[in-house]
């Protein structure tokens, strides 16, 4: 008892966050009891032994697809592609580009090893594509037109069908026209469960963020609105939305914990995104489990990227408050005159609290990717200004139509540098495979997508391992990506 009421006292009293304090509040609940602190209420029942709040993510419900093939390991879907209207501004209505009519698309779900087969057709009034993003698809499944793919045209449709090989929290939108098709709503999530995953991580929450530019009439603006400046800054929505919702409820139970699997989906808006500095067991982000665990206070998503993390109410029964938005830094004027935004409500119901389950420290064995004799590439992220009314960012100086691949061959490892000396950040994505980046500040994890904050540079290394083909890399900025800021590698047998 002495243990749980100095676990309290702890929580309430600092909101400094170690590890220590956060495995040593779940790891027991016995002990004797202490005259020297308050009397607290303790828990009897265990987080396991309870389910969470009735109805709890009914208000964050996301569209699960039919499965047509009755094999367990094959996931077998029809997706269209389509306009539907949507209310997103209270009584104003909104021509949404959706997956499947919901916003954001289907909930694809299936476990590592299983096959997926995806009919799609494209009902939109413009070609499209379907580009699953970090993924270890084969090349021609990578749905990037005029590279692996032709585009998907208006009333066309294409099967796409791949082995999921890693477990994680992954994504998927179009790759043509991207920046205006993700931002009028085409991107959905892709689970990929790991049937081993430790119970104690609790009951899963996936989370899509994003963001979009309506107007007061739930108009989009044009998709090229603001011109040139806007090309340099990236365009952030003015509306910020959770599961296609804006400002959603959640119901939680103090004690009782959430596995939340959150992923961001806008074409430009970084995420910082904290509950009152409570503290968030980070699990892992782009393919599946880190390491290690990590316990922080707020959580930072670049576009593209996704987090795991363990969300433990600590509120006390009854109150009610706010998962906020908060600016992030990510270079020139980005959180000038800025300030924080409620994201999604967060209700802590009225019932008695349980006692959290231990998260396991050690995680997943991260083997480091052997970089003796790896060939060095520089990638340099450039921005220029052909005149007064245009801006162009490209790779080493070169524009995405007029550049040549990168070249590498099966079985060769490559150590990346990818230097930003430009004023703002690129969040930088590889297709097709993982790499791991060289900072032994960070915690060991296979990655796709990474922050290259202005004016650094960061060390990736990247094994080819399988899979020839075509793959790009570009900056995530989906607006930057538009104006040049991509690449291609082509990976020869
Ligand atoms: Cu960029």
Redesign the pocket.
Same mark, same amino acid.
């Given at each position: 008892m002495k243990y749980l009421v100095n676990c309290a006292a702890q929580f309430s009293f600092t909101i400094f966050l170690s590890l220590a304090l956060l495995s040593g509040c779940t790891s027991t609940g016995q002990g004797s009891s202490s005259s020297q602190m308050p009397a607290l209420e303790i828990p009897s029942l265990r987080a396991s032994q309870v389910s969470q709040p009735e109805g709890w993510n009914d208000d964050v419900a996301l569209t699960i697809p039919v499965d047509l093939n009755p094999d367990p390991n094959i996931l077998e879907i029809n997706l269209e592609a389509k306009i539907t209207n949507m209310e997103i501004m209270p009584g104003k209505i909104t021509p949404v580009w959706t997956y499947g009519g919901s916003l954001p698309g289907p909930l694809i779900r299936a476990k590592v090893g299983d096959m997926v087969i995806i009919h799609f057709k494209n009902n939109l009034p413009d070609s499209t594509s379907i580009h699953w993003h970090g993924l270890r698809v084969p090349n021609n499944m990578d749905g990037v037109p005029g590279v692996t793919q032709d585009p998907v045209d208006v009333g066309d449709e294409f099967t796409y069908d791949f082995v999921l090989q890693d477990a994680g929290t992954f994504w998927y939108h179009p790759h043509i026209n991207s920046a205006a098709q993700v931002g009028w709503g085409m991107y959905g999530p892709l689970i990929v469960e790991d049937p081993n995953d430790p119970k104690e991580f609790g009951d899963d929450l996936v989370l899509v963020y994003s963001d979009m530019s309506l107007d007061e009439d739930g108009q989009f603006l044009p998709p090229d609105v603001g011109g040139a400046f806007s090309d340099l800054f990236g365009r952030e929505g003015n509306i910020i939305l959770v599961n296609g919702k804006v400002q959603p409820k959640l119901k939680v139970r103090k004690g009782k914990q959430q596995r939340w699997r959150v992923i961001n989906a806008a074409r430009t808006r970084y995420y910082t995104i904290r509950y009152k500095r409570q503290p968030l067991i980070r699990l892992g982000g782009d393919s599946g489990l880190a390491e290690h665990t990590e316990t922080l206070d707020q959580i930072k998503l670049v576009p593209s990227e996704r987090t795991d993390f363990v969300f433990t109410p600590h509120d006390e029964p009854g109150t009610v408050d706010w998962l906020r938005w908060y600016p992030t830094e990510r270079g020139y004027g980005s959180t000038f005159n800025r300030f924080s935004e409620e994201m999604m409500e967060i209700e802590t119901v009225d019932e008695p609290a349980v006692l959290p389950e231990t998260i396991p420290y050690a995680l997943r064995t991260i083997e480091p990717i052997d970089i003796t004799g790896a060939k060095d590439v520089l990638i340099d992220?450039t921005i220029t200004f052909p005149d007064d009314n245009s801006v162009e960012m490209g790779i080493n100086g070169i524009p995405f139509w007029d550049s040549s691949p990168l070249l590498g061959r099966i079985g060769e490892t490559q150590v990346w540098t990818v230097r930003n000396d430009t004023d703002?950040n &690129?969040p930088f994505h590889l297709h097709g495979y993982f790499f791991q980046v060289l900072d032994e500040n960070r915690v060991p994890e296979w990655k796709d997508s990474v922050d290259i904050p202005v004016r650094t540079e960061l060390k990736l290394a990247v094994r080819f391992d399988e899979r020839p083909g075509t793959w790009m890399y570009h900056?995530h900025?989906l607006d &930057?990506a538009e104006v040049g800021?991509m690449g291609t590698l082509r990976i020869d047998p």
């Open positions: 992220l703002f &690129h900056c900025i &930057h800021m």
